[in-house]
């Protein structure tokens, strides 16, 4: 069975970077989509990205084009994902996700889940 840790989380300030990872174990981490969610106060669970198998990752989240990088370790078993230029409104809870046959934006589509990890922008 496999199982997802993120950590990397912390607070930070405008417009400075976090390395987010997410470790995997039970399993190998490159059979499975790899996804990567957020979760602002107050607000539903957004979908920001998507790896495959392959290695080639899309965005859904126009507000963070070109900021940030999704890139697989598959030694480490470990997903990362990147964020540059951050911003207050990029606060959050961050997930990641696996799933086996596809990438979807929505959280229903993902049968596994990390517990989170927390990032705070904030000057």
């Known amino acids: 069975q496999l199982q997802l840790v993120e950590s990397g989380g912390g607070l930070v300030q405008p417009g400075e970077s976090l390395r987010l990872s997410c470790a995997a174990s039970g399993d190998t981490l490159d059979r499975y989509y790899i996804g990567w969610f957020r979760q602002a106060p107050g607000k539903e669970r957004e979908g920001i990205s998507c790896?495959?198998?392959?290695?080639?990752?899309?965005t859904y989240v126009d507000s963070m084009k070109g900021r940030f990088n999704v890139t697989r370790d598959k030694p480490k078993n470990t997903v990362y994902l990147t964020l540059d230029r951050l911003k207050p409104e990029d606060t959050g809870v961050y997930y990641c996700?696996?799933?086996?046959?596809?990438?979807?934006?929505?959280?229903?589509?993902?049968?596994?889940w990390g517990r989170g990890t927390q990032v705070t922008v904030s000057s």
């Open positions: 790896i495959s198998s392959s290695g080639g990752w899309n």
């Open positions: 996700t696996a799933g086996r046959y596809s990438c979807s934006r929505d959280a229903p589509g993902w049968p596994i």
